[in-house]
C-alpha cells in the first residue's frame, strides 16, 4: 500500500506564490507516477501536473509555465512550485500516487489541500 501526506497550501493573493508538499510511505517501489488534480469549487476535479517513475512531467495547460512539479528521491517527496496565482486557480489540491501491487493498477489520494487566491 501507499500513504500520502500533504502539506502547504493556505491563502496568497494574485500574483503570488505557494508551495504542495506530498511525501509518500510505504510500497514506494510500486508508484509508477505522482501528481497533483485540483478541483474548484462547484466543478470537477481534474489534472494539474503529474510526474511518471521516468521523470517525464505534464501539465494542464492552464497552469504550464505558472507552476512547476519536482521529485525528491530520498524523501519520496513531490512538490508543486505555483507561481504567478491566479484567482481561478482557488480549489481544493489532491495528490495521487498510482501504483501496482501486481494485481493491477490502485490509485491513492491524499487528503486535499485548499489553495485560496484573492484578487
Not at 492552464?62 to 496565482?85: E, P
Request: with cysteine.
Amino acid at each position: 500500500q501507499v500513504q500520502l501526506v500533504e502539506s502547504g497550501g493556505g491563502l496568497a493573493q494574485a500574483g503570488g506564490s505557494l508551495t504542495l508538499s506530498c511525501a509518500a510511505s510505504g510500497s514506494i517501489p510500486s508508484i509508477s507516477a505522482m501528481g497533483w488534480y485540483h478541483q474548484p469549487p462547484g466543478k470537477k476535479r481534474e489534472l494539474v501536473a503529474e510526474i511518471t517513475r521516468a521523470g517525464r512531467v505534464t501539465y494542464a495547460g492552464s497552469v504550464k509555465g505558472r507552476f512547476t512539479l519536482s521529485r525528491d528521491n530520498a524523501k519520496n517527496t513531490i512538490y508543486l512550485q505555483m507561481n504567478s496565482l491566479k484567482p481561478e486557480d482557488t480549489a481544493v489540491y489532491y495528490c495521487y500516487a498510482e501504483y501496482n501491487l501486481g494485481l493491477g493498477p490502485l490509485d491513492q489520494w491524499g487528503q486535499g489541500t485548499l489553495v485560496t487566491v484573492s484578487s
